[in-house]
């Protein structure tokens, strides 16, 4: 712990030393046993206790395998003694004239009083099997999903396409109406809400009320809008690709992850995986695959694009919505580059330009930053949005040595690919200009989260290299991003933001381990979660870069990295980085999390931060740490890290450089979009997608489940765990269905948290 402690502070620099922990409210203990941390940090609150040995749950490791022997997971959001959650609303609750959508994730409170204001929350997807399990008991309808069912199956196993089928065709119909209901669920929502004198929160229901769903546009004329390059792409009649003649409006928004939120009031809502409803793929003038590429599945719920013809370059883009303007349905800056956006770190300053952060959530995906052309005159003027309709998207290339620099995404940038030598899996897809003329890779056809089986052979506009002499031969025949794309210039820059992940990998953007969230500190520094270090058939990260504690690669568990701007620059094209909080095992060198997600800078600099564990390895088995002779693969033991988790990471005083479990969230969910009001005496968090892996808790079913664990000093000991199977959060009664919803955390003493 003392080296990781050591690597930590490190990291924060100065400013650990510029924060203070003062008037910290007292908590009951939570264990008669504490160590010196626990009684420094007690003044705050007492960690809640995992089902892993940490070196801040005050239990010594020699009485650490008595101490775990047992342990009960909880169905519930387990908090520190002396603090309490409130449902604020839940999945099928009224919004102005739709309903609160599902999985809910980043939320935004914009405060219009000192205790009233706007939560904005965005709706990323939906859960089949708990979706489909209790949508007609939630909404009150029935959906025709057997019959759908049965004709996907008899189309084949990639899918049906619906959208080739006449409007009147019964199945279309009823595709269509499952469809719809997704969408509606998916997107974002604004709610306001009012704060009772006991400390509860109320909801006010008032005329800015409402949902921008998946489908918003089409049907009631909620179009969304458009800045930026792309727009030229958009607004095309024909091309090389799929257009929907809907010119610069756009249906819908969906995939919405994590966001951001503007000193003026306003919120950034990132589209993340949105290549699960739409074709992802472009070709060389930014025109997008045809809807069949992506047919629809029952099997998933994927592809529900299909149906309606969605184009799929105009999805994955970040959102801009005023919660206070009602008639307010979302803006698309296209400047701001199409990938799978989590997060959106926003860094506005008086007399700089404005600089906003974010990162594509994807094997090997990069962080981006979009300066603005112009300055900012006042941070909290509404004008600002305007900001965003003009300036320079550009991606990060780190390097080994903790320098870095910033790769501007357009024309004439150098073709310059990372080599695959160095990324994990060997591999990287690069954008071809000439796809029947493929001779320095293979064509990438599988279609996982990535380019779908092209029904031309030859046609697919990506290539994936293996070895270095495929990057030479690349370089060789393309010189500039310019020399991949086609169109004016103006169409040219639009086509590189809408293929930027592809457009970064050719012009060397470090491929990073999936970024998930991008946070300005009070000094101007960056936070970046990277949640995990694999690569599959996407690629991966940078095996120089991204390593476990000893050296390890690959790494599932994750990372949080301090990057500093050149001079403190916003507009900097250089930066330095430390990586030194590192997720794992305590035992083996982590500070007892797994895969790090949203974070949340308190005004005193501390960190609080939530996890992001694959909701398939929540508290799966690990009998023993040995298989066949040989140690058990890092990525099989992420069941001993329980289900997903809320962290609290102080940057000053004698808990600095620690981790402290502040709660636990309910089975099979994730914990998301932390956020903080003005005073700090609510913590907003959104628990999303309780009962994903087993649907419905029947009859308050559990089992015993064994898992070899460690003590902090590394001794290993079994452990006996009581598992639910599947949940009944929030309503918590036997047979009850689990629905996604948004929580309003505070003391009982209505103290500040903090």
């Not at 890779?441 to 495929?470: A, C, F, L």
Request: aromatic share 10%; net charge negative.
């Amino acid at each position: 712990m003392s080296v990781k402690r050591r690597d930590f502070l490190v990291f924060l620099g100065s400013a650990a030393g510029a924060v203070a922990l003062n008037s910290l409210q007292s908590c009951g203990p939570n264990s008669p046993t504490q160590t010196s941390s626990q009684n420094a940090l007690k003044r705050l609150f007492l960690p809640v206790k995992g089902p892993m040995p940490l070196f801040t749950d005050g239990v010594e490791p020699a009485k650490q395998p008595q101490a775990y022997s047992t342990y009960e997971v909880a169905d519930d959001l387990v908090l520190p003694d002396g603090f309490t959650y409130q449902i604020i609303a839940a999945w099928g609750d009224k919004v102005g004239d739709s309903r609160f959508g599902y999985n809910n994730d980043y939320l935004s409170f914009v405060q219009t009083g000192p205790d009233e204001g706007y939560l904005t929350i965005n709706f990323e997807y939906i859960s089949e099997r708990p979706w489909l399990q209790s949508f007609q008991q939630v909404i009150g309808k029935t959906l025709p999903f057997e019959e759908v069912d049965a004709a996907v199956k008899k189309a084949g196993k990639d899918g049906l396409n619906a959208f080739a089928l006449a409007d009147s065709d019964p199945i279309k119909v009823k595709i269509r109406e499952i469809c719809k209901e997704a969408l509606i669920d998916q997107g974002m929502g604004v709610i306001s809400l009012r704060r009772q004198p006991d400390g509860s929160w109320e909801r006010t229901n008032s005329a800015a009320d409402r949902r921008i769903t998946g489908i918003s546009g089409l049907e009631d004329g909620r179009y969304l809008k458009t800045t930026g390059p792309a727009v030229a792409i958009f607004k095309k009649q024909q091309g090389q690709g799929y257009i929907d003649k809907l010119g610069d409006q756009i249906i819908g928004t969906f995939g919405n992850c994590a966001g951001g939120t503007t000193p003026w009031g306003t919120v950034l809502s990132g589209e993340e995986n949105f290549q699960s409803q739409v074709p992802e793929p472009v070709y060389p003038d930014g025109t997008s695959y045809p809807p069949a590429e992506l047919p629809f599945n029952t099997a998933s719920l994927d592809a529900q694009g299909n149906v309606f013809g969605l184009a799929g370059n105009k999805y994955g883009w970040i959102v801009e919505v005023d919660p206070a303007n009602p008639k307010d349905y979302g803006t698309k800056h296209t400047w701001l580059g199409r990938y799978r956006h989590e997060a959106v770190g926003v860094r506005v300053e008086a007399g700089k330009p404005l600089a906003f952060y974010s990162g594509c959530d994807r094997q090997g995906g990069h962080v981006y930053k979009f300066v603005s052309k112009d300055a900012v005159s006042n941070p909290t003027d509404k004008a600002n949005s305007k900001l965003l309709a003009t300036g320079q998207l550009y991606a990060a290339k780190f390097n080994s040595d903790g320098t870095g620099s910033w790769i501007p995404l357009k024309a004439d940038t150098a073709v310059n690919p990372d080599l695959p030598n160095n990324i994990i899996g060997n591999s990287l897809l690069l954008p071809y200009r000439e796809p029947g003329n493929v001779t320095v890779g293979k064509q990438r056809n599988e279609n996982e989260s990535q380019p779908p089986k092209s029904s031309n052979p030859g046609t697919n506009p990506y290539i994936q290299v293996e070895n270095n002499e495929q990057v030479t031969q690349f370089k060789q025949q393309f010189k500039t991003l310019g020399d991949l794309y086609t169109g004016n210039p103006e169409e040219k820059q639009g086509a590189i933001l809408i293929d930027a992940h592809y457009a970064g990998n050719a012009a060397g953007a470090t491929c990073t381990a999936r970024p998930e969230d991008t946070e300005i500190a009070p000094d101007g520094s960056l936070y970046i979660t990277f949640t995990a270090g694999l690569s599959g058939k996407e690629g991966g990260p940078d095996q120089r870069i991204f390593k476990g504690p000893q050296g390890e690669t690959p790494y599932p568990y994750g990372w949080i990295m301090r990057l500093e701007e050149e001079n403190n620059d916003p507009a900097a094209s250089k930066f330095s980085w430390k990586m030194a909080a590192t997720g794992g095992e305590p035992a083996g060198g982590g500070m007892g999390f797994s895969n790090p997600d949203n974070l949340l800078i308190d005004p005193k600099g501390n960190i609080w931060m939530v996890t992001d564990m694959g909701t398939g390895g929540h508290n799966k088995a690990v009998p023993s740490r040995v298989e066949a002779g040989k140690p058990v693969e890092t990525s099989k033991m992420l069941g001993l890290f329980g289900n997903n988790s809320i962290w609290y990471m102080p940057t000053s005083g004698d808990d600095a450089g620690k981790a402290f479990l502040f709660g636990c969230g309910p089975m099979d969910c994730e914990t998301t979009g932390p956020f903080f009001t003005n005073d700090q005496q609510t913590l907003f968090l959104a628990v999303q997608h309780p009962g994903e892996a087993k649907g419905i808790r029947q009859n308050m079913a559990a089992e015993t489940r064994e898992f070899a664990m460690l003590t902090t000093d590394g001794k290993q000991f079994m452990q006996k765990r009581q598992v639910p199977i599947g949940s009944n959060w929030p309503g918590k009664g036997a047979n009850d269905p689990p629905k996604p919803a948004v929580v309003a955390i505070r003391r009982t003493n209505s103290q500040p948290i903090i």
